[in-house]
């Protein structure tokens, strides 16, 4: 196999637009063959991310709280880009399939992870791409570290032609039960699929335009970094430069594929 993981944020992928914007983007290049979605994020600073409200779901479900209203919303925000998106696909049995497990789990993650999941089925029919659920090849051993056989796993239901999505941040415990990486853990995905797919790069689409030498909050009009070695990728993402997750650099740097941030 070879090609471009291209792995796209929640901001990147927040509205109906937003992803007809990434679908231009897949398709302007046969190469980029794996796609990575998160879980849809803010549309604007008011707005909340579709993973945050699924974990004020678990909470209020756990809790045996009136969860309605959060439930509402985040039905309301699949159901509308399920629409917008004239996708074929039946979001509202799926929607009551996860209700119906809200509270079942006492840790979060199978919640947390249902933003990657959904986002990761509609795209896949948008893009008539083949799914892959991470549940079933991105695992972790007991000690939650992640487990070296997810490369084989992965790299079996990636081979074949065509275009295949893989849902970012989350893959299963030894029992099967659905366990996330810390947040931001999409990239993280994106770096073991890059791998497992022997791609020639790894694309990771997101909203800035590339890594800047200061806090553009701090410092205005900071100079880009063209070109950085992963050691220092990892230094800089490690002391909290908020583009890249730290832990998304090993799989890609133990096989020598370039990371190129991108801005959608
Ligand atoms: N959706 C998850 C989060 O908000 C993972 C990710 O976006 O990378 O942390």
Request: glycine residues 8%; proline residues 5%; charged residues 25%.
């Amino acid at each position: 196999m070879s090609g471009i993981t291209c792995k796209f944020g929640g901001t990147s992928l927040a509205d109906a637009a937003c992803v007809r914007q990434v679908e231009s983007i897949i398709k302007s290049k046969a190469e980029r063959r794996f796609v990575v979605p998160s879980a849809p994020g803010k549309r604007n600073p008011q707005d909340k991310k579709i993973t945050d409200l699924l974990l004020a779901w678990h909470n209020l479900a756990r809790e045996g709280l009136d969860a309605s209203q959060v439930s509402g919303i985040i039905r309301e925000r699949f159901t509308e880009l399920a629409s917008a998106l004239g996708v074929n696909f039946n979001i509202q049995a799926e929607l009551d399939c996860i209700e119906s497990q809200a509270a079942l789990y006492e840790e979060p993650d199978f919640m947390a992870s249902r933003g990657e999941y959904l986002n990761g089925r509609l795209i896949s029919e948008l893009l008539n791409a083949t799914f892959v659920d991470p549940a079933e090849c991105i695992k972790f051993d007991a000690e939650g570290a992640l487990d070296p056989v997810t490369y084989e796993l992965l790299a079996k239901r990636l081979e074949g032609p065509g275009l295949f999505v893989v849902p970012g941040f989350y893959g299963a415990q030894p029992d099967g039960r659905v366990k996330t990486f810390s947040r931001g853990g999409s990239d993280v995905t994106g770096s073991i699929v890059a791998r497992a797919s022997n791609s020639d790069l790894y694309e990771n689409w997101t909203d800035v335009s590339g890594f800047l030498m200061a806090d553009p909050r701090i410092v205005s009009n900071p100079k880009r970094i063209a070109e950085v070695t992963y050691a220092e990728l990892r230094e800089l993402s490690y002391m909290g430069a908020n583009v890249l997750h730290d832990e998304a650099i090993f799989p890609v740097r133990d096989k020598g594929i370039p990371i190129n941030i991108r801005n959608t």
